[in-house]
C-alpha cells in the first residue's frame, strides 16, 4: 500500500518540459521533507532533488541544476518537480520519497517511505 503517490510522468522530446507531482496525504510537509530520485534500467538509484521541512531549503544534483526545479504546496500536501530541457539521460523511474530529517540530501537511505515511482522518458 502506497502513502506516497507520483504522477506527472511520461514522454517527452529533448528539450522538452514534464512537471511531477507527489502527494503526501496523511503527513504535513511541515515536518518532513521529500526527495525525488530516479532508476534508469541497470543503473543505481540516485538523488535527483529534495526540499526539506520546515524552511523549505532545496538541494539538486548537479546533472539537473538549472534544468530543474523543485517546490511545494504544503496546503495540498504536495511536492513539484519542474523538469525543463530534457535531456535523454533524464529517462528514468522518477519516486518521491519521505525523510525526517531536518535537511535533506539526495543519500536514499535517509528516505524510509517511498512512492510508486513514475516513469520518464525522454526520447526523439
Known amino acids: 500500500q502506497w502513502q506516497l503517490a507520483e504522477s506527472g510522468g511520461g514522454l517527452a522530446q529533448p528539450g522538452g518540459s514534464l512537471r511531477l507531482s507527489c502527494t503526501t496525504p496523511?503527513?504535513?510537509?511541515?515536518?518532513?521533507?521529500i526527495g525525488w530520485f530516479r532508476q534508469a534500467p541497470g543503473k543505481e538509484r540516485e538523488g535527483v532533488s529534495c526540499i526539506s521541512r520546515g524552511d523549505g531549503s532545496v538541494w539538486y544534483a548537479d546533472s539537473v541544476k538549472g534544468r530543474f526545479t523543485i517546490s511545494r504546496d504544503n496546503a495540498n500536501n504536495t511536492v513539484y518537480l519542474q523538469m525543463s530541457s530534457l535531456k535523454p539521460e533524464d529517462t528514468g523511474v522518477y519516486y518521491c520519497?519521505?525523510?525526517?530529517?531536518?535537511?535533506?540530501?539526495?543519500?536514499?537511505?535517509?528516505?524510509?517511505?517511498w512512492g510508486q515511482g513514475t516513469q520518464v522518458t525522454v526520447s526523439s
Open positions: 520519497a519521505r525523510t525526517p530529517y531536518r535537511y535533506c540530501s539526495g543519500q536514499t537511505d535517509a528516505y524510509y517511505l
Open positions: 496523511e503527513f504535513s510537509l511541515d515536518y518532513f521533507g
